[in-house]
């Protein structure tokens, strides 16, 4: 069974970073190019970045391009968002994503951790 | 960016019966549109994807049709486990953008 476990989220000053992770297991983590997708309180999702396999290519929109860094461990089978110069407007559920193979659609999700930007 | 225009944003039906929901790119996608499903204190789940093509596990009742810009999720016979958030996603070219959601809530 496919499980995608995000962790690290919570409250943080402006300006501040934080770290997340996803936790994979029942797949071959390596095999997939993962991604973070987010969701603002009572808004809809945004796709905010995407990795290869192997970790050489990532993809970000402008909203985060810059600020965001999504990285991966195949050999623990963990992803990772560093989140650097928050802002309000960054406060969001974020959700761990995996796409299937040659798509890019998302066909596992996680449960989704809670990163609050304030002061 | 592709502009994603969903609707409508509420939708109210009884079980048994049919709705459509709307999904209209901003330039062609081809055939690139996902249909999600989203209900609270579950991992969203992937229903459709290049328009038409059901992902393993998705129920018959669901279909999904159009190509270009102008896409249509239709669900028939309304079960109840089917009232919650629907998103639309185009997975054409980065960055990949979601529908505003549309609610399907019970009459």
């Known amino acids: 069974e496919v499980q995608l476990v995000e962790s690290g989220g919570g409250l943080v000053q402006p300006g501040r970073s934080l770290k997340l992770s996803c936790a994979a297991s029942?797949?071959?983590?390596?095999?997939?190019?993962m991604a973070w997708v987010r969701q603002a309180p009572k808004k809809g999702l945004e796709w905010v970045a995407t990795i290869s396999t192997s970790g050489s290519r990532t993809y970000y929109p402008d909203s985060v391009k810059g600020r965001f860094t999504i990285s991966r461990d195949n050999a623990k089978s963990s992803l990772y968002l560093q989140m650097n110069s928050l802002k309000s407007e960054d406060t969001a559920t974020y959700y761990c994503a995996r796409h299937p193979h040659s798509s890019y659609v998302f066909d596992y999700w996680g449960q989704g951790v809670m990163v609050t930007v304030s002061s | 960016d592709v502009q994603m225009t969903q609707s409508p944003s509420n939708l109210a039906a009884s079980p048994g019966e049919s709705v459509s929901i709307n999904c209209k790119a901003s330039?062609?996608?081809?055939?690139?549109l996902a249909w999600y499903q989203q209900k609270p204190g579950k991992a969203n789940k992937l229903l459709i994807y290049?328009?038409?093509t059901l992902q393993s596990g998705t129920p018959s009742r669901f279909s999904g049709s159009g190509s270009g810009t102008d896409f249509t999720l239709t669900i028939r016979n309304l079960e109840p486990e089917d009232f919650g958030l629907y998103y639309c996603?185009?997975?054409?070219?980065?960055?990949?953008?979601f529908g505003s959601g549309t609610k399907l809530e019970i009459k």
């Open positions: 330039k062609s996608i081809s055939k690139y």
């Open positions: 996603q185009q997975h054409n070219e980065y960055p990949f953008t």
């Open positions: 029942g797949f071959t983590f390596s095999n997939y190019y």
């Open positions: 290049s328009g038409s």
